[in-house]
């Protein structure tokens, strides 16, 4: 029988431990909580998917002129990608400030589509809803010139509560100046309408980027749980360290 190999050296390489997992074993990451010291699996599996790409699932908009600030959990788009103001309504001499606030989270279906509603111009897409008053009540309508009296108003399709693993969902909005020669960002969609509706003010748009929605899921950094041929073997065929980094560059991940 000839004894040629098929390969000289192999690894297994995944997530070791399968009880109390230690800080260690976890890829660091931007939600991640420093100060947690371990995680049980078989408690209730927390979400580490970093920021910018969990799920936005719910949209309001803020008054600034009264004084409203950003609800609790939810984060406000102060600014424009080059570092103009966001604010919703330049229109028009009163010029309110509104501004966009998103909230992040799973504890309801994530949003999957956002359009302008231009009232009196057009109908309400099906299954979209609409955002009608702000956070303190006040009308919502972004567009409150003296030259128009049309309602320019934000609206949102909420998935279904049976939801595929590989449904695109809104993972992040941004508003844009275009006459400030800014264009939509890589890979986000421009909603096509004007939120100015005023002659002498800057054309501004809204933008939005969708993403494959992630399961919730745990990253841990990978090992190497079986080598051929064995350290004991031959010592100079030992496996470097960062082995299972370099075959494993985004971590090892368990998805719920």
């Known amino acids: 029988m000839d004894d040629k190999r098929l ?33 049980q699996l078989s408690s209730k599996i927390r979400d580490i998917t970093p920021k910018h790409q969990q799920l936005i699932v719910d949209l309001v908009i803020i008054y600034r002129t009264h004084g409203a600030n950003p609800p609790v959990a939810y984060e406000a788009i ?7 103001s966001a604010n919703l309504n330049h229109s028009g001499l009163h010029n309110h400030e509104m501004y966009l606030c998103i909230r992040r989270g799973r504890d309801k279906p994530p949003i999957t589509d956002i359009d302008v509603l231009l009232e009196g111009r057009e109908e309400t897409m099906d299954n979209f809803s609409v955002i009608e008053t702000t956070t303190h009540g006040y009308p919502a309508s972004i567009c409150n010139s003296f030259f128009s009296k049309e309602h320019t108003l934000i609206t949102y399709r909420r998935a279904a ?78 496996f470097l360290d960062k082995t299972s980094l370099f075959c494993f560059p985004m971590g090892a991940f368990i998805e719920r």
């Open 161 to 238: 509560l049976t939801i595929l693993c590989n449904t695109l969902t809104v993972t992040d909005v941004c508003v844009i100046i275009e006459s400030k020669g800014k264009t939509s960002p890589h890979s986000f969609i421009k909603i096509n309408k004007n939120l100015n509706h005023s002659m002498f003010n800057p054309k501004i748009y809204f933008c939005y980027k969708k993403s494959v929605m992630n399961s919730i899921r745990i990253q841990y950094r990978p090992r190497i749980l079986y080598t051929f041929p064995t350290i004991d073997d031959n010592q100079y065929d030992i």
């Open 78 to 84: 102060w600014a424009t990608p080059n570092h103009f």
């Open 7 to 39: 390969f000289d050296h192999f690894a297994l390489i995944d997530v070791e431990n399968t009880g109390s997992i230690e800080r260690d074993e976890l890829l660091p990451t931007t939600s991640s909580p420093i100060a947690d010291t371990f995680i």
